[in-house]
C-alpha cells in the first residue's frame, strides 16, 4: 500500500506565503505522477499542480500559474508545493495525490485558511 501525509496548511494572509508537503511512504510500482488537488468551500474537488515521476512534465491550473510551485525530492519521497502571492480564493483542503498503473492514492487533507 501506499501512505500520503500533507502538512504544512494553516491561516495565512492575502499575499503570504505557504509550503506544502506530502510525505509518502510504501511501495508505488511503476507509477505515473503526483498532483495537488484543493477543494474550496462549498465547491468540488479541482487539480492545482502536477510533476511526472521524472519531474520533467509539470503542469499548473490557470488559477495559480505563476504564484504556485510544484516539485518532489525523489529521494527523501516527498512532494513539496511552494505557495506565493496568496489570494483569498486559494482558501481550500488541499490534497495529495499519487497516480500509479490502475490505482490512484490520496491523502487525508490539509486546510488553507487566506485572512486578513
Known amino acids: 500500500q501506499v501512505r500520503l501525509v500533507e502538512s504544512g496548511g494553516g491561516l495565512v494572509q492575502p499575499g503570504g506565503s505557504l509550503t506544502l508537503s506530502c510525505a509518502a511512504s510504501?511501495?508505488?510500482?511503476?507509477?505515473?505522477?503526483m498532483n495537488w488537488y484543493r477543494q474550496p468551500p462549498g465547491q468540488e474537488r479541482q487539480l492545482v499542480a502536477s510533476?511526472?515521476?521524472?519531474?520533467?512534465?509539470?503542469f499548473y491550473a490557470d488559477a495559480v500559474k505563476g504564484r504556485f510551485t510544484i516539485s518532489r525530492d525523489a529521494s527523501k519521497n516527498t512532494l513539496t508545493l511552494q505557495m506565493d502571492s496568496i489570494l483569498p480564493e486559494d482558501t481550500a483542503v488541499y490534497y495529495c495525490?499519487?497516480?500509479?498503473?490502475?490505482?490512484?492514492?490520496w491523502g487525508q487533507g490539509t486546510q488553507v485558511t487566506v485572512s486578513s
Open positions: 510533476i511526472s515521476a521524472t519531474r520533467t512534465d509539470i
Open positions: 495525490n499519487l497516480v500509479a498503473p490502475g490505482r490512484s492514492y
Open positions: 510504501g511501495k508505488t510500482g511503476n507509477w505515473h505522477g
